[in-house]
């Protein structure tokens, strides 16, 4: 089954602890993307990269870490540097040489 | 700086009665205008990409057309299960700055 997987769907927390989201892909694309989206809104990038072993902050990538040592894999830690971490979290990839890119299902992070 | 604008921000229809969406841009540099259907929970499914002016892409009901200044998503005979957050965003480098999204709702 190919595609984009985020896991879990649900992610509770509570205020001062960091929580790692996950991020897998096996459709071999290069570039991976971090979005945040609150209610009513249109997606914000928090971070991205176009290659292993690097990657590039967005627009609100504050309160945010992520690394990228593995092709498939794009995990977002949620720091409690974040000041309003509740939100849902979107992971997409794009692959070389289109401008396209693909979504996972999301991840609905509660923090309390 | 690149920005995107989509109007109205929610639209109520009876089904079969057909309208359309709109989404102004502004950018340097335009590497292609996407649409993306987006249901609640869930994560933004790719529908369209149109790369310059004239050009026109359908899919079903849907059906998405891009000047230099804007874009819009006509939806005909729609049906409730068209009923979905539309999303437009454009492309001018690596990243994707997206729309507000357009929440349609299509009663039976």
């Known amino acids: 089954d190919g595609g984009i997987t985020q896991s879990p769907k649900y992610l509770f927390r509570k205020e001062g602890q960091n929580v790692t989201l996950s991020c897998e892909q096996n459709?071999?694309?290069?570039?991976m993307y971090w979005y945040r989206q609150d209610p009513g809104q249109g997606l914000r990038l928090i971070y991205y990269?176009?290659?292993?072993?690097?990657?590039q902050k967005g627009d609100i990538a504050e309160g945010y870490s992520v690394s990228r040592e593995k092709k498939e894999s794009f995990p977002l830690t949620v720091t409690s540097a974040q000041k309003n971490p509740t939100a849902f979290y979107l992971c997409?990839?794009?692959?070389?040489?289109?401008?396209?890119?693909?979504f996972g299902p999301g991840t609905r992070l509660t923090v309390t | 700086e690149d920005q995107v604008t989509q109007s109205p921000e929610a639209l109520r229809l009876q089904e079969g009665e057909s309208s359309s969406l709109n989404c102004s841009y502004t950018v340097s540099g335009l590497r292609g205008l996407f649409w993306y259907r987006q249901d609640p929970g869930k994560g933004p499914e790719f529908l369209f990409t149109l790369y310059s002016a004239g050009e026109e892409k359908e899919k079903e009901r849907l059906k998405a057309t891009l000047t230099k200044k804007e874009s819009f998503l006509h939806i005909t005979a729609p049906k409730p299960e068209d009923s979905a957050t539309y999303l437009c965003?454009?492309?001018?480098?690596?990243?994707?700055?997206f729309g507000g999204g357009t929440r349609l709702m299509v009663k039976p």
């Open positions: 965003a454009i492309n001018a480098g690596n990243m994707l700055t």
């Open positions: 990269s176009q290659i292993v072993n690097d990657f």
């Open positions: 459709l071999n694309h290069d570039a």
């Open positions: 997409a990839t794009r692959g070389r040489g289109s401008y396209e890119q693909y």
